[in-house]
């Protein structure tokens, strides 16, 4: 796959690269957006059969792809540069709220990861907890610990009230899975949080 990658003419494997930011499905309209003239070459990777072009698409007027293989999409993805990595994740997340709209709560995860892996560790851990809560409210526990865990490990120490309600969540998901050990450790952290907090309330939650 990275010798077929690497014999690609470069303007088919700059649009594959940039494609493989936006992720394993991708559009044409967030593609343009990154580079405006990616989206010239994907008839091109579809006749290499790199891609496919799908007949629905999960937002209305864009067009929507995905690579033939996962293993081809990670192997791709390997081979962008991280300085250009970042600024492309951080295109693809601003794209994701504009275009989500009324349905952006089915796209956080999605945005909360776009913005992690663009280092924006603020709009990364709002997201990041907002799918967390909502997987929670779905009882996807395993997505929300996921989530939930992301999203702490990125809160900065000097928010501690922040800290809280997130390890407030994620003990909570921790009790419905029945993950005593790791749920009476983490009650541990809380209440060190609400020491730092300071007031009775964090406390008595704790």
């Known amino acids: 796959l990275q010798a077929r990658l690497d014999g690609l003419p470069p303007r088919e494997k700059a649009a594959l690269q940039q494609a493989s930011v936006i992720g ?5 309209e967030p593609l343009e957006r990154i ?3 990616a989206p010239e070459a994907l008839d091109d990777l579809m006749r290499r059969e790199l891609t496919q072009g799908r007949e629905t698409s999960a937002f209305e007027g864009v067009r929507e ?3 033939k293989h996962h293993l081809l999409h ?3 993805y390997d081979s962008v540069l991280k300085r250009h990595k970042r ?3 951080r295109l693809m997340a601003e794209w994701l709220v504009a275009r989500s709209g009324e349905r952006a709560s089915e796209y ?3 945005i909360g990861e776009h913005y992690e892996r663009a280092g924006d560790a603020a709009n990364a851990v709002d997201y990041l907890k907002r799918a967390g809560e909502d997987a929670a409210r779905a009882y996807a526990n395993a997505a929300a610990l996921d989530y939930l865990g992301r999203a702490l490990a990125l809160a900065p120490e000097s928010d501690p009230q922040l800290r ?3 390890l407030f969540a994620l003990i909570d998901v921790r009790d419905t899975m029945g993950q005593r050990a790791e749920q009476g450790q983490d009650v541990g952290l809380l209440e060190q949080l609400a020491e730092q907090i300071g007031n009775d309330t964090a406390r008595a939650r704790a």
């Not at 394993?24 to 044409?28: E, R, T």
């Open 74 to 76: 990670q192997v791709t």
């Open 108 to 110: 956080y995860g999605m």
């Open 87 to 89: 600024e492309q994740h």
């Open 24 to 28: 394993h499905v991708f559009w044409d």
């Open 164 to 166: 809280f309600e997130l």
């Open 65 to 67: 792809y995905v690579f």
């Open 35 to 37: 580079a405006p003239d």
